[in-house]
């Protein structure tokens, strides 16, 4: 965890939304554009002095974010008010703070959210997008969704996820807790929402790769279930593209000083 901070410092939490079309990913990186060094550079400027920020959970390159939610550490003072309104004058039209706040000095984005959850966006008809592409997959064969969200149910639980992380997965080890998983149909559009207490590399666009095998029936149902008590990457099915996924945001254990939307009834 982040050091607790020194007196004549407070402790500011923000939630972000960014269309991550057009950067590598969240993680400040060297010679290139991330949503993180973005951020940064404003919140500096904002703040009259360097800002460093930590985030509930870094997202890919091209990948989306609702409600990111990232903590830093600063002696400017500020409104809530005016983190937010000061940060959206110089930031991109990308990339917005949409709440900030003050919180408790030991308050830490990412290791006290207890849940996170994400959408994916599938646009299934057979012409391409012409609007909102950099926020859909498009699939052109009919998907059966019901056979998808059926198949889906089977991730609920503890499991070990395995067959559906990332070859160059950091994480120590691939055991998660899925809460909820749902895939649904609104007119040309199908959904996938899960929420977990936490997602391993890639995990839900692996996880999306192998549903769109069992809804385009070249998989059964059962096929899920395999992959995950098999515990391998190589027999499932394709790392979905970026476009389609949203991180709808992270949730917390109440008490935090946070916004009732991202609350959560799980103790601290």
């Known amino acids: 965890m982040t050091a607790t901070p020194l007196p004549d410092r407070q402790r500011i939490a923000l939630a972000v939304e960014y269309d991550g079309s057009g950067y590598s990913g969240w993680q400040r990186l060297a010679h290139t554009t991330t949503v993180q060094a973005t951020l940064e550079a404003v919140l500096s400027r904002v703040a009259a002095e360097p800002v460093e920020t930590t985030c509930a959970g870094r997202t890919d390159a091209g990948v989306h974010a609702r409600a990111q939610v990232v903590h830093f550490d600063t002696t400017a003072r500020r409104s809530p008010r005016g983190w937010m309104l000061g940060s959206n004058g110089w930031l991109p039209d990308t990339v917005a703070v949409v709440w900030a706040g003050v919180v408790p000095a030991q308050f830490h984005a990412r290791f006290h959210a207890r849940r996170r959850r994400y959408r994916y966006c599938i646009l299934n008809r057979d012409a391409r997008p012409g609007l909102q592409g950099r926020f859909l997959t498009w699939e052109h064969h009919r ?109 917390y254990p109440r008490g935090l000083g946070l916004p009732p939307w991202l609350e959560c009834d799980d103790p601290l």
């Open 143 to 251: 998907l059966d969704h019901a056979a998808m969200d059926a198949a889906a149910a089977v991730l609920v639980g503890r499991h070990d996820f395995s067959a559906f992380r990332a070859l160059a997965c950091q994480a120590r080890h691939a055991m998660r807790t899925v809460h909820e998983v749902s895939v649904r149909r609104d007119g040309d559009l199908v959904v996938l929402e899960i929420e977990a207490n936490a997602f391993l590399h890639h995990m839900v666009r692996n996880i999306v790769g192998s549903l769109l095998l069992v809804g385009r029936g070249r998989r059964p149902q059962a096929w899920i279930a395999e992959l995950l008590a098999g515990r391998r990457r190589e027999p499932a099915g394709p790392t979905a593209p970026p476009e389609g996924l949203t991180f709808l945001g992270p949730r």
